[in-house]
């Protein structure tokens, strides 16, 4: 089946030390969003990818990066991980669908990110 | 700005009841809206979408929801709740370049 698979599902990391999720999607969608949720709350928009074209949300902190480096996978880097950085964080997709889209948005099962 | 407001962030039903889920939404131009169901430690999983087709969706797991223009509204429905139900429901609207909205989610609580 087509899917969004994210890898690690559960990560541990010390306060302070960078750390890599990963995305990736046998969909061949052009499009690809991160998400941070934090308990008991909406996902948060941080960036997506229209193909290679990056787009960051105004308010998401310099500290969180991404990479895509081909269609499949994309990558959310958190170069200095604080306490408030724990949080699940979501992958979606989605075929682009023009200004106004009607096409959903897939989503994988997310990292659950914990912050020693 | 286009936004979904989700009334009532916590909803209990007894097994086998009626379960809504309040979604409204303000829009300058005819929504594109969905419905998502999360369950713990899980990602997003799409229940149904108005895209303007027909104003009564039918989606997975016997939900549905209908699109209101005069009021406003894309409420979530069900017949009869089952224990599996149980999660977080979250309504969202499609914004220009592919962007979501979503509301602030809605918990189901089945009570046996």
């Known amino acids: 089946d087509a899917m969004v698979i994210q890898n690690p599902r559960y990560q541990v990391t010390q306060f302070g030390k960078p750390v890599t999720l990963s995305c990736s999607q046998t969909?061949?969608?052009?499009?690809m969003y991160w998400y941070q949720q934090k308990s008991s709350q909406a996902p948060k928009l941080l960036f997506h990818?229209?193909?290679?074209?990056?787009?960051n949300e105004a308010d998401t902190p310099d500290n969180f990066q991404s990479r895509r480096p081909n269609t499949s996978f994309c990558f959310l880097d958190i170069r200095s991980p604080g306490l408030g950085d724990a949080a699940m964080y979501l992958c979606?997709?989605?075929?682009?669908?023009?200004?106004?889209?009607?096409?959903?948005?897939?989503f994988g099962d997310g990292t659950r990110l914990s912050i020693l | 700005a286009q936004s979904v407001t989700q009334l009532g962030s916590h909803v209990s039903v007894s097994e086998g009841a009626l379960v809504l889920l309040r979604c409204n939404y303000s829009?300058?131009?005819?929504?594109?809206l969905f419905w998502y169901v999360q369950y713990p430690n899980q990602g997003l999983q799409l229940l149904l979408k108005?895209?303007?087709?027909?104003?009564l969706v039918k989606g997975i797991n016997g939900f549905e929801a209908e699109f209101k223009k005069s009021e406003t509204s894309f409420h979530l429905t069900k017949p009869s709740a089952h224990m599996s139900d149980a999660a977080e429901y979250f309504c969202?609207?499609?914004?220009?370049?592919?962007?979501?909205?979503f509301g602030t989610g809605t918990s189901l609580t089945v009570i046996p």
């Open positions: 969909l061949n969608h052009n499009v």
């Open positions: 829009s300058s131009v005819p929504p594109y």
């Open positions: 969202a609207v499609s914004l220009t370049g592919n962007q979501f909205y």
């Open positions: 979606a997709t989605s075929p682009w669908g023009g200004t106004h889209s009607n096409q959903p948005q897939h």
């Open positions: 108005y895209t303007s087709a027909a104003t």
């Open positions: 990818y229209y193909d290679k074209d990056f787009n």
